[in-house]
């Protein structure tokens, strides 16, 4: 829980004691085998170690994973640390192989990495899922460095069980600004349209990714999680790989990005976290996306290019 006092413009999700204290009694903790339908909704306070045990067998439409990455990385009162790439793949191998159990026949799975442990999550998911793709998205916010090439990038590796899975390519398409529209010869548009505003054209999205924003301060799906997941980047996973009325489930849950998004698509939901803090703070999100189901970057069925979509509701604002 953050101590410091906010900046004017901070819209960052904040959580009090007082709410903690309130929220603590939604989570859930299990400790013998359960059915599926108990863990719909619920935010499971627990080591994955320790939960996976209990839950029931094929209940996982769609299985997203943002393990933590292979290196020195504080998350509120725990720490992990960089292994040796061998020993990293020992520990992603000791939870992963207990994820197919849970998975349905034709579930999907991604799961995120760096350029250090992106390796190692082939290696081993490989293992035991068919490899459809992987996926790389530019982090706006890259760390920096005086000797080296700035790290702007992440991979997210996508699996399947088997050859049977759901894509729903119409769900996940991009509108993209037009610079140069090119007309036919009766003088008619090629491949766009001008939507009153601008000339867009409407594409199948690729496996790089570079619409997408980092949550940062400013935006009201910020918390203090160091390496939460913005929920745009969620939405597309969702909507491609999953159907309305699926079970979404994430074994590292952090701050609830996967949760929340979920649940603003109309898709169940289940995760596990270990930290308190986190679990409260997705406890939080969720009670929020009950009236505002709004993602940035997504509006009616369509996912924009970074900053577009801003800067046409900014527009259509100074004209009210």
């Known amino acids: 829980m953050s101590k410091t006092v906010k900046a004017p ?20 903790k299990i400790d013998k085998p359960v059915k599926a339908e108990k863990l719909y909704g619920k935010i499971i306070h627990q080591d994955i170690f320790d939960a996976i045990n209990f839950m ?14 292979n290196l020195r990385k504080k998350f509120n ?5 960089e292994m040796e790439l061998q020993a990293y793949e020992r520990w992603l191998d000791s939870w992963l192989k207990e994820m197919k159990r849970i998975l349905k026949p034709d579930a999907s799975i991604y799961i995120c990495g760096d350029w250090k442990s992106s390796p190692a999550i082939y290696n081993i998911a490989c293992k035991y899922f068919i490899v459809q793709n992987r996926i790389t998205w530019e982090r706006e916010k890259g760390r920096g460095s005086k000797h080296n090439w700035k790290n702007c990038s992440e991979d997210i590796w996508f699996f399947t069980v088997s050859d049977k899975f759901t894509f729903n390519i119409e769900d996940i398409k991009i509108k993209r600004k037009v610079l140069a529209p090119y007309k036919t010869d009766n003088g008619k548009p090629k491949d766009w349209q001008n939507d009153g505003e601008d000339n867009f054209r409407v594409t199948h999205p690729s496996n790089i990714w570079t619409d997408i924003t980092v949550p940062f301060w400013s935006m009201p799906e910020n918390t203090e999680h160091p390496t939460q997941k913005p929920e745009k980047l969620l939405a597309k996973i ?11 489930f994430d074994p590292f849950l952090g701050s609830g990005t996967t949760a929340v998004t979920a649940k603003k698509l109309g898709r169940n939901f289940s995760g596990v976290e270990i930290d308190e803090l986190f679990c409260c703070l997705t406890a939080k999100r969720l009670e929020l996306a009950e009236k505002d189901k709004t993602i940035q970057g997504y509006d009616d069925g369509i996912f924009w290019e970074r900053n577009t979509l801003s800067d046409r509701v900014k527009k259509n604002n100074r004209r009210r």
Do not use: C, M, T
């Open 56 to 69: 029931p067998d094929h209940f996982v439409d769609l299985l997203f994973v943002d393990p933590p990455y």
């Open 238 to 248: 969702i909507l491609a790989s999953s159907n309305p009325g699926d079970l979404i």
């Open 9 to 28: 413009f901070n819209r960052s999700l904040s959580i009090s004691k007082e709410e903690i204290s309130k929220l603590i009694k939604q989570l859930l």
């Open 77 to 81: 009162g725990s720490v992990f640390k």
